[in-house]
């Protein structure tokens, strides 16, 4: 089943411009992870955000989560082309003694140059 | 450091055979994870490897199946292939096993089952 939903599932912006996504997830987290894939390749780790946390920066990215709202979102500030990839959320189950990320279906990012 | 190697890249076989797909871990890395992502069931958990020992299975059938040798290097094989087994399979390796640390995947294995 699936822990984390992105929204919105497909997204075009002009380079240059933000991009803002958004996911939800159902069951309390240690933490979130968001990863970026670009067309039909391994995943690439983004940025890493622990429960107790609330605010995470990583060069252009910008990631938040609200453990209350069960929600997390990833700001991409300046998109470029090369941006343009799906980008996933991912949680771990809690307490989990091994590593299972579960995955959303992704929001697909694309920036025209 | 060299990343997570899969391979073959590509692969074609035929519905009923079986097939096994290799993953070389970061060196150091002794949690190989596998994944498989489909277009229309996303990326989905198959097993996670530490220590040559699965620690954690997916809700997937006895015919997908997995190992890790001493080196951290890890295989899954997949039986009795069917049409719906057509996927990419992604192989993730990590320091530990644990919720709390990051994976790092490696490009992948597209396999096709005419």
């Known amino acids: 089943s699936q822990q984390g939903e992105e929204d919105p599932q497909a997204l075009s912006i002009q380079e240059g411009e933000n991009a803002t996504m958004n996911c939800s997830y159902k069951?309390?987290?240690?933490?979130l992870q968001w990863y970026r894939q670009n067309s039909g390749r391994g995943l690439v780790h983004l940025i890493l955000i622990r429960s107790n946390e609330r605010e995470k920066h990583s060069g252009r990215l910008r990631v938040t989560l609200d453990t209350s709202k069960k929600s997390s979102s990833l700001l991409i500030t300046a998109s470029r082309a090369a941006d343009t990839a799906s980008y996933f959320c991912a949680t771990p189950p809690p307490g989990a003694g091994s590593y299972q990320l579960t995955f959303g279906k992704g929001t697909k990012l694309s920036v025209i140059p | 450091k060299a990343g997570v190697t899969q391979t073959p890249r590509y692969l074609i076989k035929t519905r009923g055979q079986q097939v096994t797909l290799s993953c070389s871990p970061i060196s150091g890395h002794r949690s190989v994870s596998w994944y498989q992502q489909t277009p229309g069931q996303g990326l989905q958990f198959l097993f996670e490897?530490?220590?040559?020992?699965?620690?954690n299975k997916g809700n997937f059938p006895g015919r997908f199946s997995g190992r890790q040798f001493s080196n951290s290097r890890s295989e899954m094989n997949v039986s009795t292939l069917e049409l719906g087994d057509s996927a990419l399979y992604l192989c993730a390796s990590s320091l530990v096993s644990g919720a709390g640390y990051e994976q790092y995947f490696g490009p992948g294995t597209r396999l096709t089952v005419t």
């Open positions: 490897y530490f220590s040559e020992t699965q620690r």
């Open positions: 069951t309390s987290i240690n933490n």
